[in-house]
């Protein structure tokens, strides 16, 4: 297993940088996630703090190998600018559910940087993984939407992850993603942006 703590993730594209959780970055997510704007559709009911942030990271992330946090950073200047991941990575099943998506500084909502920030990531896991799940609560059409952006689509078969369906007293859809589709949704960026996706 991967020491998280010593050996953090770093992954590059051709604009962004994705760096793995560090005790240095929790200001900007613990202000991100208290920005009510910002988590109208966020499962977290309670304010964050330096001290359940730092418990968690300690106690849980950092002992938890099916589970990643990443923030999405402007390769140009390093700015941070949101918060993406995983959890539930299961290496016999081959799968898992993509989220953690916050976007907290909005000049760089649907930019470039935060569109290649899934594929960079989505990359790095499909060598882990075959199929990824997400979920949405079902009025966050703008989220929705995105996620199939990059190759989710319903799943309209067998629910994977019920207990995911109904969180914090918000009903969520189950989207799915195959490395077919997101294959596709890949050569469609590359179309749009031939210097920065590159179609598989």
Known sequence: MRDKKLNPLCLEGKTVVLKEVEPKYFPYIIEWRNNKEFTRFLNQPFTLTMENETHWYQNVYLKDPTQGLLLMTDKNDGTPFGTLGWTDLDLEKRRYISGRLL?????????????????????????????????????????????KRTGHFVNKGEIQFPKELFVNKMHQVELMRTRDSY????????RWYPDIFKAD
């Open 103 to 147: 976007v907290g500084n909005l000049k760089y909502r649907g930019s470039v940087p935060m569109m290649e920030s899934f594929f960079v990531m989505g990359d790095y896991l499909w060598q882990f993984a075959d199929v990824s799940y997400a979920h949405v609560v079902i009025e966050n059409r703008k989220v929705i939407s995105l996620n």
């Open 183 to 190: 294959h596709q949704a890949k050569a469609k960026m590359a």
